[in-house]
């Protein structure tokens, strides 16, 4: 019962704050409370969305799309406009009751049939449904509906008149001045109102909702006056209604919502000003034949042309949509700026070295020996000794050279696609031209996706066309047939599958980078000519430890609180997560063999699982002391809400403030402790506001530590299964 009570108030709230591109509850809240300033309007919406609510939830629709208002704020729109706009009767509770039923049902068929071209619903069942109401109350045909003197209904007509709420009338001796009035109605004409104060709280609301979304408001406000200035478009000045439902609600929603907010997000919101305009002008014109407001058309129309215009591109370039929505523009883009950081498991197939040990790039991409123009990107290893010899004295025999006869491995998982094994080893300093890539294995590892490796030694292939081999299994051994002087292994990456197709460039997964003296791990580069390589050596009591397959359960322990109960799932995308039972938190991680990393954390932000979220953000499986394991957090994890709020502001335009992860794996008595730190960064300056420790033993988590800001978390892990 009380599950279901919080689901239903959590689907009110979310129904008012996605007026606002928002889940935000204080939003949430206030557009509520403001609603009720006009009592009928505030009662009628709310009375909308409770049916809109109950009918699809009694259809079975999708729960969390419920709870997130998708289907209900449509429904609220029409409620508070049909309270703004008609008398109170027997006929007003038969009519709305009806129309509520057709906007939830539009709302539902729109919803999928624009869902399927990846664009959004906006307001577009209220506009239609509203306008049939309006053209039906308007017919021959007595419906029994009687319509208010409405200030609101006047203003979209441009027929202008004072506001006839009384509770926002007596608010409305404020003063101030032309501008921050007009600005303040605005935005609460998207209420279907005409006053300062509620716009002033709506304000309050949209400032704790998003800084980046309230400033870009603001923004489009002044350009929206200054361009109505420039060509006199309204010489009596601009409409509020249509400067707060469509004008800058357009911009808003362009700038800062479906477009990763930035300096070319914004500039493309300040063209959706005058293309408003047209279509506010033109529109009005059309449907003003037929005695039809515009409505919040001009804004969808605005919208869904722009989504389309920046969907139908090729390159998508700098300026970018947004592909996973949190409703939060400084969510949206700190999350996009963390994932292009240090989400390159999503952008590539893992592939990793090709061999054991420590080998060197005789010859990296573009090299001045054979690796020219199409068949540049490619790679040349060599194994050197101390003083940077490839042999051991004397040098005479191919059994003099390190690499030669050396295990050749899959760099990653695939299917066999060409071999060759019979071309004879050169002798020292002679090359087989006519076969010119010798002994050679190519590997699909995808459509487009193929890696080769080549100048093996004789009859050392053991594996053939069709085989199916998992990353590390071996190929064959390193020799020196074909187009090479001396034993050497040649590597490259390429779209197609046949022996001397050209090389494209791609980087390798994890690997060690021996030269380094202080931070030796690459991820997902090239390495260049010249550097000295291994593979990471990977610890299999970490590896076994974070092995959190769907099925996974654990219980948490701390003093001082409930225990939580952790399963591990995987969604529709394949995307694999830690859910917590008792707060319902969410944290989605990557395993890649190589690496544990979290991706993203959604819930409570006092849940055991978040404070296990900052300690295990990355973990590299490997307790070489020469690894130290680095990242970055989104920024929206900063609890300096001063700074971060400043932050906000200038996020489109540039960041000074960096949250920085480290950690080092140590052996111990005990098994083995990761210690980890997160630490500020501004301008240069770093400060560390956490430390955290996770304790390991015989392949699984024992428990973590985390104190951070004042709050020390000690808890136990206990596994439910193992594999």
């Given at each position: 019962?009380?599950?279901?009570?919080?689901?239903?108030?959590?689907?009110?709230?979310?129904?008012?704050?996605?007026?606002?591109?928002?889940?935000?509850k204080?939003?949430?809240?206030?557009?509520?409370?403001?609603?009720?300033?006009?009592?009928?309007a505030?009662?009628?919406g709310?009375?909308?969305v409770?049916?809109?609510?109950?009918?699809?939830?009694v259809?079975?629709?999708d729960?969390?799309?419920?709870?997130?208002?998708?289907?209900?704020?449509n429904?609220?729109l029409?409620?508070?406009?049909?309270?703004?706009?008609?008398?109170?009767?027997?006929?007003?509770?038969v009519?709305?009751?009806?129309?509520?039923?057709m906007?939830?049902?539009?709302?539902v068929?729109?919803?999928?049939?624009?869902?399927?071209q990846?664009?959004?619903?906006?307001?577009?069942?209220?506009?239609?449904?509203?306008?049939l109401?309006?053209?039906?109350?308007?017919?021959?045909?007595?419906?029994?509906?009687e319509?208010?003197?409405?200030?609101v209904?006047?203003?979209?007509n441009?027929?202008?008149?004072?506001s006839?709420?009384?509770?926002?009338?007596?608010?409305?001796?404020?003063?101030?001045?032309?501008?921050?009035?007009?600005?303040?109605?605005?935005?609460?004409?998207?209420?279907?109102?005409?006053?300062?104060?509620?716009?002033?709280?709506?304000?309050?609301?949209?400032?704790?909702h998003?800084?980046?979304?309230?400033?870009?408001?603001?923004?489009?406000?002044?350009?929206?006056?200054l361009?109505?200035?420039?060509?006199g478009?309204?010489?009596?000045?601009?409409s509020?209604?249509?400067?707060?439902?469509?004008?800058?609600?357009?911009?808003?929603a362009i700038?800062?919502?479906?477009?990763?907010p930035?300096?070319?997000s914004?500039l493309w919101?300040?063209?959706s000003?005058?293309?408003?305009?047209?279509?506010?002008?033109?529109?009005?014109?059309?449907?003003?034949?037929?005695?039809?407001?515009?409505?919040?058309?001009?804004f969808?129309?605005?919208?869904?042309?722009?989504?389309?215009?920046?969907?139908?591109?090729?390159?998508?370039?700098k300026?970018?949509?947004?592909?996973?929505?949190?409703y939060?523009?400084?969510?949206?883009?700190?999350?996009?700026?963390?994932?292009?950081?240090?989400?390159a498991?999503?952008?590539?197939?893992?592939?990793?070295?090709?061999?054991?040990?420590?080998w060197?790039?005789?010859q990296?991409?573009?090299?001045?020996i054979?690796?020219?123009?199409?068949?540049?990107?490619?790679?040349?290893?060599v194994?050197e000794?101390?003083?940077?010899?490839?042999?051991k004295?004397?040098?005479?025999?191919?059994?003099?050279?390190?690499?030669?006869?050396?295990?050749v491995?899959a760099?990653?998982?695939?299917t066999?696609?060409?071999?060759?094994?019979?071309?004879?080893?050169?002798?020292?300093?002679?090359?087989?031209?006519?076969?010119?890539?010798?002994?050679?294995?190519?590997?699909?590892?995808?459509?487009?996706?193929?890696?080769?490796?080549?100048?093996?030694?004789?009859?050392?292939?053991k594996?053939k066309?069709?085989?199916?081999?998992k990353?590390g299994?071996?190929?064959?051994?390193?020799?020196?047939?074909g187009?090479?002087?001396?034993?050497?292994?040649?590597?490259?990456?390429?779209?197609?599958?046949?022996?001397g197709?050209?090389?494209?460039?791609?980087?390798?997964?994890?690997?060690?980078?021996?030269?380094?003296?202080?931070?030796?791990?690459r991820?997902?580069k090239?390495?260049?000519?010249?550097t000295?390589?291994s593979?990471?050596?990977?610890?299999?009591?970490?590896?076994?430890?974070?092995k959190?397959?769907?099925?996974y359960?654990?219980?948490?322990?701390?003093?001082n609180?409930?225990?939580?109960?952790?399963?591990?799932?995987?969604d529709?995308?394949?995307?694999?997560?830690i859910?917590?039972?008792?707060?319902g938190a969410?944290?989605?991680?990557i395993?890649?063999?190589?690496?544990?990393?979290?991706?993203?954390?959604?819930?409570?932000?006092?849940?055991?699982?978040?404070?296990?979220?900052?300690?295990?953000?990355?973990?590299?499986?490997?307790t070489?002391?020469?690894?130290?394991v680095?990242?970055?957090?989104?920024?929206?994890?900063?609890?300096?809400?001063a700074?971060l709020?400043?932050?906000?502001?200038?996020?489109?335009?540039?960041?000074?403030i960096?949250?920085s992860?480290?950690?080092?794996?140590?052996?111990?008595?005990?098994?083995i402790t990761?210690?980890?730190?997160?630490?500020?960064?501004?301008?240069?300056k770093?400060?560390?506001?956490?430390?955290a420790?996770?304790?390991?033993?015989?392949?699984?988590?024992?428990?973590?530590?985390?104190?951070?800001?004042?709050t020390?978390?000690?808890?136990?892990?206990?596994?439910?299964?193992?594999?």
């Amino acid at each position: 019962m009380r599950k279901s009570l919080i689901y239903t108030v959590q689907a009110v709230i979310n129904s008012y704050a996605i007026l606002f591109f928002s889940q935000n509850k204080v939003l949430g809240v206030l557009l509520l409370v403001v609603s009720f300033f006009n009592p009928l309007a505030g009662a009628t919406g709310l009375g909308c969305v409770l049916l809109s609510m109950g009918i699809v939830s009694v259809m079975g629709y999708d729960k969390e799309s419920i709870r997130m208002g998708f289907y209900s704020f449509n429904a609220l729109l029409l409620g508070i406009g049909f309270g703004t706009f008609y008398l109170f009767s027997t006929a007003f509770l038969v009519w709305i009751f009806v129309a509520c039923v057709m906007v939830t049902m539009l709302s539902v068929t729109l919803a999928y049939a624009l869902g399927k071209q990846g664009l959004p619903l906006l307001s577009l069942p209220f506009v239609i449904t509203f306008w049939l109401l309006l053209l039906a109350v308007n017919s021959i045909y007595h419906m029994g509906l009687e319509q208010r003197n409405s200030a609101v209904l006047n203003e979209i007509n441009n027929i202008g008149e004072g506001s006839v709420y009384i509770l926002p009338g007596i608010l409305n001796f404020i003063k101030l001045p032309h501008y921050f009035t007009l600005f303040f109605r605005a935005l609460s004409a998207v209420l279907f109102q005409n006053s300062v104060i509620t716009g002033i709280i709506i304000s309050i609301g949209l400032l704790i909702h998003s800084r980046i979304n309230f400033s870009l408001l603001v923004l489009a406000f002044i350009a929206a006056c200054l361009f109505n200035k420039f060509t006199g478009t309204y010489a009596d000045g601009i409409s509020y209604y249509h400067l707060g439902s469509n004008l800058i609600m357009a911009a808003g929603a362009i700038g800062s919502f479906f477009l990763i907010p930035s300096v070319r997000s914004y500039l493309w919101a300040l063209v959706s000003i005058p293309v408003s305009f047209l279509l506010i002008n033109g529109l009005s014109r059309v449907f003003g034949i037929y005695d039809l407001p515009i409505l919040s058309l001009p804004f969808c129309v605005v919208t869904i042309l722009f989504l389309c215009f920046f969907r139908l591109r090729i390159n998508a370039g700098k300026l970018q949509l947004t592909i996973l929505q949190h409703y939060s523009p400084e969510r949206n883009l700190y999350q996009y700026l963390n994932g292009k950081e240090r989400l390159a498991d999503l952008n590539y197939f893992n592939l990793n070295l090709p061999f054991m040990g420590v080998w060197t790039v005789s010859q990296g991409y573009d090299g001045s020996i054979t690796h020219k123009a199409d068949w540049g990107k490619a790679l040349d290893f060599v194994i050197e000794d101390e003083e940077h010899q490839t042999y051991k004295y004397p040098g005479t025999r191919l059994e003099h050279f390190y690499s030669y006869n050396k295990p050749v491995l899959a760099c990653g998982d695939g299917t066999i696609e060409e071999v060759v094994n019979h071309v004879a080893d050169n002798e020292l300093g002679q090359v087989n031209t006519i076969e010119n890539w010798g002994n050679t294995v190519v590997i699909k590892h995808l459509n487009g996706l193929y890696s080769k490796v080549s100048h093996l030694k004789k009859n050392s292939v053991k594996v053939k066309a069709g085989d199916f081999v998992k990353q590390g299994d071996m190929l064959g051994m390193c020799g020196n047939s074909g187009r090479s002087p001396e034993p050497h292994l040649h590597f490259q990456v390429q779209v197609t599958p046949y022996i001397g197709s050209k090389t494209i460039a791609y980087p390798f997964a994890y690997y060690v980078d021996q030269k380094d003296p202080q931070d030796k791990l690459r991820s997902f580069k090239i390495p260049t000519e010249g550097t000295e390589l291994s593979a990471v050596e990977i610890n299999t009591t970490i590896k076994q430890a974070f092995k959190l397959q769907p099925g996974y359960m654990a219980t948490v322990i701390t003093p001082n609180r409930d225990a939580e109960y952790f399963e591990v799932f995987t969604d529709a995308f394949n995307q694999t997560y830690i859910y917590s039972k008792t707060t319902g938190a969410t944290a989605y991680f990557i395993n890649n063999g190589t690496a544990f990393y979290f991706t993203s954390f959604y819930g409570d932000q006092n849940s055991l699982l978040y404070f296990f979220y900052l300690a295990a953000y990355k973990v590299i499986f490997t307790t070489d002391a020469a690894i130290s394991v680095t990242d970055t957090y989104p920024l929206q994890l900063l609890t300096d809400k001063a700074a971060l709020w400043l932050q906000d502001l200038l996020a489109p335009f540039g960041q000074f403030i960096k949250l920085s992860y480290t950690n080092l794996s140590v052996i111990n008595t005990h098994g083995i402790t990761i210690t980890a730190a997160q630490r500020k960064h501004v301008f240069g300056k770093h400060k560390q506001i956490m430390e955290a420790v996770i304790e390991l033993d015989r392949g699984n988590i024992n428990a973590f530590t985390v104190n951070i800001n004042n709050t020390k978390v000690e808890a136990q892990w206990i596994t439910e299964n193992t594999y």
